[in-house]
């Protein structure tokens, strides 16, 4: 009889572990944030009055800020803006548009925000600097599958009164 039990115990462990089951590894973020975020490859293209300044390859992140929003992340902004004959290094060090709101319509997630950066050093002519605000707004940008679309518009002032403003079209892909 005990061997009766100790089978039919056996075969009560042995028939259990066939209903466990194995959790889900994947852990993939469904998340509007967790969709689009990460690290983006592509070009970005300054202008000022339509004239085209800067073209140069750029990667940037978009970081989850909650569940519904992003911060858009340039890592040790560097750009060569090129003024007539002159090529001017501009560095930004490292530029944070913070809690970017997420929407999603037909596939797409669509986002704005707009971050004021104020003491900024500002490159007017090779060893020729001035110290300003500029203003920077992202609107309407688009992620599209692993495709990203990212208007910026940068208003330069000085004690309130503006200066220039340059047009920033970034596209890039997902890695």
Known sequence: MKRISFFLFAMLLGSMSLFTACGDDDDEDTTPSGMVAGTYSGTLVATIN??????EAKSLSLEKNGDDAVDVVIKDFNLNVTLGDTSIPVSLGDLRVGKCILSQKDG???FSGTENLNGVKVPLAPGVEVTADCKVDIVNATVDGKKLSLPIA???SMDGTELLSVSVQYTGTKK
């Open 108 to 110: 797409k997630t669509t």
């Open 50 to 55: 339509g004239e085209e300044v800067a073209n």
């Open 154 to 156: 940068v208003g330069v």
